[in-house]
């Protein structure tokens, strides 16, 4: 962590009259980062000089988001904006931007001013400024650089609580602004301070103020799309008591004054508060992401949040409360999309009719909601596949460049890319579709790979084809070639392979919604060898399956689990690509005993053990190796394959021969390990099919003799001594029916 550096401030006489205004006001923010809305008249106010509002203090995510983005190499682009870098002695070196205040936002800030000059100080009968002053050292994280910084501040605190959670207790506390050269405790601001109420590891404290702090740049990425009203979630730190014993930490947040809502939680809690916003907000993050992960835990006062929780995806970082996949299917049982959601462009989550039913009553609920939309709400676009892999970075430089949404491309080859809003006649539209057309096949799958480098786009035409291609996102009429910097024309032949290749990979662009339908055709876009596995949104539909098995949404003890949400949602996981899916449903249509939804049964129909082979064709393409072993013995003998299916030994060898290979795991993460089934056993049984010969494949007793001959050194290795005879006599008889051939 870097230390603070004791200096003398070198700050501009603006900025100082600007300071000395701030101070003049009790208990107000200087860096409150929201304007009031309406247009409530405005008292007149002798004390307000007018003059001093011709200069405002812009407002910022983080006292270091635009630092890169200022500096000497941009001095002159930043005048060209009216944005002046202003240093200060903290270690961060925060930067404010002042910029003309037009006169309706000096008629908002002269409201607000007049408004706080009339509040009084909530604290003021606790007497905190009586207590003993400690210098403490305040800890920061800044989301965007992923770094800390450590500086020391002046605080005073109750040693009593004034009220707790499930969790933490709070403390009153006054901290004096370093921006203050006097000790002036009339003029500190208030904050809470909250420690666990159970002793638990000093890292969980920098974990929840990383966490908020992340929640908050989702918080603008909201922001940016114009919903009805924007949200901000507060900023959080991290005080050390350096001369108490044992050097104890605090979580220190601003005292937020109002009435306390939790909108919901991060296991499915849904208040019956009737706003629209909070859980349209949870519902963005996650499509926004491209299902990587899912901002919830929603509370505050209004639209000022505190204390959010990160559902991730793989389930890591960000404390306990990270549930994974598995809060996510929490928040998705309980969330019914609202008007907000429907401005954005979200989709709804596939439920079960009784689900839905469930939901109605927050559906009737939110249509009393007073939000007002806005025709300025843009549609939510989740990321490309290189700004999924790493969406701090994308964040980052979104928070940046204060652009909307595609206003930015992020380059593979580092973190420039800033751009202003894109229209389809812009360069920058055009610069987006030739990076779109020169992509990184770092992503692609060794087949689009080899496609793409090949330029035969001719493998993905019938996709783009069958699917419905006014969803896509696709470029004008007049493209840019990848070879020359010249436009051409789209109704040339030499441009048309181009276009269909750039429309094949803008299509794979397009947003991860939360319904299945689209998560289909998605997937349907790959190559056979990827349409299974890494489905985030399957395995949500999965875990919702386990959830109704275990009963977690009866209402009643008595009341009996809803199992056919449960096969609805397995059904949904499967559609999806998910294995464990896969292998259940062809395990329950062929009445085999399951893993799970062990108590479900499917209806006797004739084409039962069809959909059973096709659950059990994909599973095995997928890589399960009990998959492959059932369908090699299935077409070895011709037992349980169906109406539409027959014996056939060629399509035998192939599985027989794929699963001795199989030594990797699958896509569930699973491996066999070969104790019902050994290599030895699967050898032999296709030299059997390869000496016989028929159905479908020609005989070859000397490749038999050769199996028959690895099976036996593997009999021998596994302590098989009298199989392993067995089997080199078998290879001895396949040798000599092999035919010599005429002299």
């Given at each position: 962590m870097e230390k603070a550096k004791d200096t003398e401030p070198q700050v501009s006489q603006k900025l100082k009259d600007i300071c000395q205004f701030w101070n003049t006001l009790p208990n107000t923010q200087p860096h409150m980062e929201s304007s009031p809305s309406g247009e409530a008249p405005v008292e007149e106010d002798e004390d307000i000089d007018d003059s001093s509002m011709d200069l405002i203090l812009l407002p910022l995510t983080d006292e270091n988001c635009k630092s890169e983005m200022i500096g000497k190499d941009n001095e002159d682009s930043a005048a060209s904006i009216g944005v002046n870098k202003i240093e200060s002695t903290q270690t961060a070196k925060p930067r404010f931007f002042l910029g003309k205040c037009t006169s309706q936002q000096k008629l908002q800030w002269t409201a607000a001013i007049n408004k706080a000059k009339k509040m009084e100080d909530p604290w003021s009968d606790f007497s905190v400024n009586g207590l003993e002053t400690e210098v403490v050292k305040r800890h920061r994280y800044s989301a965007l650089r992923k770094k800390w910084t450590t500086d020391e501040v002046k605080v005073k605190m109750e040693d009593n609580v004034f009220n707790q959670g499930a969790m933490r207790e709070c403390f009153r506390l006054k901290k004096l602004s370093n921006f203050y050269h006097h000790d002036n405790w009339q003029r500190a601001h208030n904050y809470v301070a909250k420690s666990y109420i159970h002793p638990v590891e000093r890292g969980v404290y920098f974990q929840d103020v990383k966490l908020q702090n992340d929640a908050k740049l989702w918080g603008e990425e909201y922001n940016r799309h114009c919903p009805p009203k924007k949200i901000d979630i507060m900023q959080m730190c991290v005080l050390e008591f350096v001369d108490r014993k044992g050097s104890p930490l605090f979580h220190l947040e601003h005292f937020i004054e109002g009435e306390y809502v939790k909108y919901n939680s991060n296991s499915g809690f849904v208040s019956e508060a009737v706003r629209c916003t909070p859980q349209a907000f949870s519902h963005f993050t996650f499509e926004r992401s491209g299902h990587q992960l899912i901002v919830v835990d929603i509370q505050g006062v209004g639209d000022l949040w505190t204390d959010p929780q990160i559902h991730s995806a793989d389930g890591t970082d960000y404390?306990?409360?990270?549930?994974?996949?598995?809060?996510?299917?929490?928040?998705?049982?309980?969330?019914?999309?609202?008007?907000?959601?429907?401005?954005?462009?979200?989709?709804?989550?596939?439920?079960?009719?009784?689900?839905?039913?469930?939901?109605?009553?927050?559906?009737?609920?939110?249509?009393?909601?007073?939000?007002?939309?806005?025709?300025?709400?843009?549609?939510?676009?989740?990321?490309?596949?290189?700004?999924?892999?790493?969406?701090?970075?994308?964040?980052?430089?979104?928070?940046?460049?204060?652009?909307?949404?595609?206003?930015?491309?992020?380059?593979?080859?580092?973190?420039?890319?800033?751009?202003?809003?894109?229209?389809?006649?812009?360069?920058?539209?055009?610069?987006?579709?030739?990076?779109?057309?020169?992509?990184?096949?770092?992503?692609?799958?060794?087949?689009?790979?080899?496609?793409?480098?090949?330029?035969?786009?001719?493998?993905?035409?019938?996709?783009?084809?069958?699917?419905?291609?006014?969803?896509?996102?696709?470029?004008?009429?007049?493209?840019?070639?990848?070879?020359?910097?010249?436009?051409?024309?789209?109704?040339?032949?030499?441009?048309?392979?181009?276009?269909?290749?750039?429309?094949?990979?803008?299509?794979?662009?397009?947003?991860?919604?939360?319904?299945?339908?689209?998560?289909?055709?998605?997937?349907?876009?790959?190559?056979?060898?990827?349409?299974?596995?890494?489905?985030?949104?399957?395995?949500?539909?999965?875990?919702?399956?386990?959830?109704?098995?275990?009963?977690?949404?009866?209402?009643?003890?008595?009341?009996?689990?809803?199992?056919?949400?449960?096969?609805?949602?397995?059904?949904?996981?499967?559609?999806?690509?998910?294995?464990?899916?896969?292998?259940?449903?062809?395990?329950?249509?062929?009445?085999?005993?399951?893993?799970?939804?062990?108590?479900?049964?499917?209806?006797?129909?004739?084409?039962?053990?069809?959909?059973?082979?096709?659950?059990?064709?994909?599973?095995?393409?997928?890589?399960?190796?009990?998959?492959?072993?059932?369908?090699?013995?299935?077409?070895?003998?011709?037992?349980?394959?169906?109406?539409?299916?027959?014996?056939?030994?060629?399509?035998?060898?192939?599985?027989?021969?794929?699963?001795?290979?199989?030594?990797?795991?699958?896509?569930?993460?699973?491996?066999?390990?070969?104790?019902?089934?050994?290599?030895?056993?699967?050898?032999?049984?296709?030299?059997?099919?390869?000496?016989?010969?028929?159905?479908?494949?020609?005989?070859?007793?000397?490749?038999?003799?050769?199996?028959?001959?690895?099976?036996?050194?593997?009999?021998?290795?596994?302590?098989?001594?009298?199989?392993?005879?067995?089997?080199?006599?078998?290879?001895?008889?396949?040798?000599?029916?092999?035919?010599?051939?005429?002299?």
């Open positions: 404390g306990d409360g990270n549930l994974g996949t598995k809060g996510m299917a929490l928040f998705f049982h309980s969330h019914a999309c609202n008007r907000i959601c429907e401005r954005l462009g979200l989709t709804s989550f596939d439920l079960d009719s009784n689900e839905q039913r469930d939901q109605r009553k927050f559906v009737e609920m939110q249509k009393h909601s007073a939000t007002c939309l806005r025709d300025t709400t843009e549609i939510c676009m989740s990321p490309t596949a290189f700004e999924a892999s790493n969406l701090h970075r994308f964040l980052r430089q979104r928070t940046c460049s204060g652009g909307s949404m595609g206003s930015m491309t992020m380059s593979p080859g580092g973190d420039e890319g800033l751009g202003s809003p894109m229209s389809q006649d812009s360069d920058c539209f055009f610069l987006r579709q030739r990076c779109v057309s020169e992509p990184s096949t770092e992503y692609m799958s060794p087949a689009s790979r080899q496609r793409f480098q090949s330029g035969d786009s001719d493998g993905s035409r019938h996709r783009l084809q069958s699917g419905d291609s006014d969803s896509y996102y696709l470029p004008t009429s007049r493209s840019r070639t990848v070879s020359g910097d010249s436009d051409t024309d789209s109704g040339s032949g030499t441009s048309t392979r181009e276009e269909e290749r750039i429309q094949y990979l803008m299509a794979m662009m397009k947003s991860r919604p939360a319904c299945v339908e689209h998560e289909v055709e998605l997937r349907e876009m790959r190559d056979s060898e990827t349409k299974t596995g890494g489905s985030i949104l399957g395995q949500i539909h999965l875990d919702l399956a386990k959830y109704h098995e275990l009963g977690r949404f009866k209402v009643a003890e008595q009341d009996e689990c809803d199992m056919g949400a449960a096969v609805l949602h397995l059904k949904q996981a499967a559609r999806c690509g998910v294995l464990e899916a896969i292998l259940t449903l062809a395990k329950m249509y062929f009445g085999l005993p399951t893993d799970i939804l062990v108590n479900v049964r499917v209806e006797d129909g004739p084409d039962n053990v069809d959909q059973g082979v096709d659950f059990m064709l994909q599973a095995a393409e997928a890589g399960d190796r009990s998959a492959m072993i059932y369908m090699a013995k299935a077409f070895q003998s011709g037992n349980g394959l169906g109406r539409i299916r027959s014996t056939d030994w060629k399509e035998a060898a192939y599985w027989y021969d794929l699963a001795i290979k199989t030594e990797d795991p699958d896509e569930n993460g699973d491996f066999d390990a070969t104790m019902d089934h050994p290599v030895y056993q699967l050898q032999a049984a296709q030299a059997e099919v390869w000496r016989s010969g028929g159905y479908g494949l020609e005989k070859d007793q000397s490749y038999a003799g050769e199996l028959y001959t690895s099976a036996a050194e593997a009999a021998m290795s596994a302590m098989k001594g009298r199989l392993a005879n067995k089997y080199y006599a078998l290879a001895e008889e396949c040798w000599a029916e092999v035919e010599e051939p005429e002299e």
